[in-house]
C-alpha cells in the first residue's frame, strides 16, 4: 500500500513564507516524477511545480521566481517553497507522484488528501 501525505499547509499574510511538504510511504520499488497542484474555489486545478527524477524542475509562470520545488530521494520526499504570497495563490495544495510500487514496473499516479494554504491579511 502506497501513501501520499501533504503537511505544511496554513495562514499566512501576504508577501510571507511557507514551506509544504509530500512523503511517500509503503512498499515503493521507485518514484518517478513528482508534484504539486492547486485548486482554488471554483477554478480547476492546475499544475503549480514538478519535478523530474533527475531533478530537473518546472513551474507555472505566475510562481516563477517565488516558489521552489526540491526532493530529497532518500526520504521519498519533496518540498514546496514559497517565497512572496499573494492572496492568489490560496486555494488546496495537493501532491502529487507517480510510483511503481514494490514488485512492479508499472506506474501509478497518487495523490495526496490536499493542505490548505491561504494568503490573507
Known amino acids: 500500500q502506497v501513501q501520499v501525505v501533504e503537511s505544511g499547509g496554513g495562514l499566512v499574510q501576504p508577501g510571507g513564507s511557507l514551506r509544504l511538504s509530500c512523503v511517500a510511504s509503503?512498499?515503493?520499488?521507485?518514484?518517478?516524477?513528482m508534484g504539486w497542484y492547486r485548486q482554488a474555489p471554483g477554478k480547476q486545478r492546475e499544475l503549480v511545480a514538478v519535478?523530474?527524477?533527475?531533478?530537473?524542475?518546472d513551474y507555472i509562470d505566475s510562481v516563477k521566481g517565488r516558489f521552489t520545488i526540491s526532493r530529497d530521494n532518500a526520504k521519498n520526499t519533496v518540498y514546496l517553497q514559497m517565497n512572496s504570497l499573494k492572496p492568489e495563490d490560496t486555494a488546496v495544495y495537493y501532491c502529487?507522484?507517480?510510483?511503481?510500487?514494490?514488485?512492479?514496473?508499472?506506474?501509478?499516479?497518487?495523490w495526496g488528501q490536499g493542505t490548505q494554504v491561504t494568503v490573507s491579511s
Open positions: 502529487n507522484a507517480d510510483i511503481s510500487p514494490a514488485r512492479t514496473t508499472r506506474r501509478y499516479t497518487y
Open positions: 519535478t523530474a527524477s533527475d531533478g530537473t524542475t
Open positions: 509503503g512498499s515503493i520499488f521507485s518514484i518517478y516524477s
